[in-house]
């Protein structure tokens, strides 16, 4: 099945985009929106699908060049990846691709090449445009009326369809249509704003072919990488010397601490680029004066990593009252039994035990110091935050 | 400006109207100028001139950038819309693929308002879009006005000061109009005679009277009414 490759959202679609169906990406203006359609297509050109875009506000050369900004050379997909040149007609510009709008501002002539292509490209291919920059140039009603009929000249030849949509403000009866109506599957792509917008996210509306996961997950474009999901605060607690510093600064690809005399007196904060992820981590200091910072990162944070000195139980009623401190925002947590290399170590049901822990809550034995069973422990706490299946 | 209508109110649009060669350009470029000088931020649009050429023509005008790095930001539309394979980057320059793509401006200018805005703490912005009339060359007025409703509503959210030129007698009346309605003042330029006139309405009750300009030793003038 064609995935999407956007982080977590195949696995929110139940595997990814099947043959014959549509995906629309509903952008807000000012949010990258884009970048989900050519990551999608990247995708889909490694998993070894043909592809075709449709260049509607950007000179087919320079789009390419924009797939090269975020590290995806398309040179060695020259057989599988087309481009459709709706641009070059506006400006009066000669194109050179195979596949040309002759008049962009003519729907009619959009339709004679789309057509083409859905024939030519076969089952199973990603056909990608910009609803909103055709709308723009051919009319809001006749583009929509195309739209419902390449769609479903798509289903009969088995392809798949991956749309943009800048919701600009037009009529309230295009933008329900367009995100209620015509298309299986809607993942809306959105900022969070105070006045300008500082943080995006997306998340799905609807899918027709199964019940989607409604989660919204937070993401960043990176350059080169592309999107990632993006978690702005994972806390590390514990009580005083379990490791907690030694802990951010292994699972971090760039870290720093506030340190005095050896022992963390501040924070510490690492961040972390994992797989599709980009995450901040955020190590508190163990010493009870330092008590209300934790409270106050708690309410804040998005997950909990929970470190414990396997050797010392007598600091467990510490590490439990510390959990207690944060658990009342509800954050998801999981346990790390560290320093599980050292003599008289506790296993990890010892310390469930003598924690009285329930069972559902995991207890992942580490040694972070030889970065031992912590990118399982993180990647664990990732699923819990953002969904795993 | 100030002189015709006393101090410029925060977030406001203002669309600056005038034939050819009257100056609609440099009176922009000097009121972001203006700004740049007062530590306001600055985001040029330019749907004209690439962004290195910008910077000439500011420089040519005695309006030196680069002493006000951390505060500007120009948003090029030209250099890719060619495709001419040109992606080099200059400092405070962002490359957007043409001017018809205004998903893309708009991301621009939102990044360049989330660096100063919100991580520079700089709450006062100045904007240009310099020109309408190129915009409304490829796109027609109801994308245009679509994407300038959401544009201004933007410049109001952060008290910011837009700037919009456009070319008179080069669109219909009902296209200025339709324009007109998304701004809170207009800046009029005309020339009579071996005369430069200007005035401002809809900041002040009543339109100003017409005063005499110039555009002197680099310097934007305009004659006491």
């Known amino acids: ?389 | 400006m100030d002189i015709l209508t006393g101090d410029i109110p925060v977030a406001i649009n203002i669309l600056v109207i005038g034939p050819p060669l009257t100056g609609k350009a440099f009176l922009a470029r000097a009121i972001m100028y203006n700004g740049l000088k007062d530590k306001e931020a600055g985001i040029y649009i330019s749907t004209k001139d690439s962004g290195s050429k910008i910077k000439d023509k500011y420089a040519k005008c005695g309006l030196p950038l680069d002493q006000y790095e951390d505060a500007y930001g120009i948003v090029d539309c030209i250099s890719r819309s060619l495709g001419t394979g040109k992606t080099e980057t200059a400092k405070n320059v962002v490359l957007v693929g043409s001017a018809v793509d205004m998903t893309g401006i708009s991301i621009a200018v939102g990044q360049f308002l989330e660096e100063f805005w919100r991580k520079k703490q700089m709450k006062k912005i100045r904007l240009v879009i310099e020109s309408l009339s190129n915009l409304l060359m490829y796109s027609n007025i109801q994308t245009v006005y679509r994407f300038l409703h959401v544009f201004t509503g933007k410049v109001r959210a952060v008290d910011g000061l837009g700037i919009y030129t456009i070319e008179e007698g080069m669109h219909d009346s009902m296209v200025v109009t339709t324009l007109k309605q998304l701004v809170q003042g207009v800046i009029e330029l005309k020339e009579e005679g071996d005369k430069r006139l200007l005035r401002v309405s809809g900041i002040t009750p009543m339109p100003t009277k017409w005063a005499e300009y110039t555009i002197e030793n680099n310097e934007f003038v305009v004659k006491e009414v």
């Open chain 1, 1 to 389: 099945m064609p995935e999407t490759g956007i982080p977590r959202l195949d696995k929110f679609l139940k595997g990814g985009i099947p043959n014959g169906k549509t995906l629309l990406y509903y952008v807000h203006p000012g949010v990258e929106g884009e970048i989900f359609a050519m990551q999608t297509i990247y995708t889909n050109l490694e998993n070894g699908n043909n592809c075709v875009f449709i260049a509607s506000t950007r000179n087919p050369r320079d789009a390419r060049e924009r797939f090269k900004e975020f590290g995806w050379g398309l040179d060695k997909y020259k057989d599988n990846f087309a481009i459709i040149d709706a641009y070059s007609g506006l400006i009066g510009l000669e194109s050179e691709e195979k596949y040309v709008v002759e008049d962009p501002t003519d729907i009619t002539s959009f339709n004679e090449v789309i057509e083409k292509v859905i024939e030519e490209c076969g089952k199973g291919s990603i056909i990608f445009g910009s609803i909103s920059a055709i709308m723009d140039m051919c009319g809001e009603q006749e583009t929509l009326e195309y739209v419902e009929k390449w769609n479903k000249y798509t289903m009969l030849h088995d392809g798949v369809g991956v749309y943009n949509f800048t919701a600009w403000p037009y009529s309230e009866d295009t933008l329900n249509k367009v995100r209620e109506e015509l298309f299986d599957s809607v993942v809306v792509v959105g900022g969070i704003a105070e006045r300008v917008i500082f943080g995006q996210y997306y998340g799905i509306v609807k899918a027709n072919w199964t019940e989607p996961e409604k989660k919204y997950i937070l993401f960043k474009v990176i350059r080169p990488g592309g999107i990632k999901a993006f978690i702005p605060k994972i806390l590390v607690t514990g009580p005083y010397n379990t490791g907690k510093s030694t802990l951010v600064h292994a699972l971090s690809t760039r870290a720093v601490s506030v340190d005095r005399l050896a022992t963390t007196i501040a924070l510490d904060h690492g961040h972390i680029d994992h797989k599709e992820f980009s995450v901040d981590i955020f190590g508190t200091p163990g010493q009870e004066r330092f008590d209300p910072i934790l409270k106050l990162l708690g309410g804040e944070a998005m997950g909990l990593l929970l470190i414990v000195d396997s050797t010392k139980p007598e600091e467990f009623p510490r590490a439990k009252a510390m959990l207690e401190m944060t658990l009342g925002y509800g954050l998801p947590f999981i346990i790390l039994a560290n320093k599980q290399d050292l003599p008289n170590a506790l296993s990890s049901e010892e310390i469930r035990e003598r924690m009285k822990i329930g069972k559902e809550i995991k207890i992942v034995p580490t040694v972070a110091t030889q970065k031992k069973g912590i990118t399982e422990a993180f990647e664990t706490l990732i699923d819990m935050i953002v969904g795993a299946d």
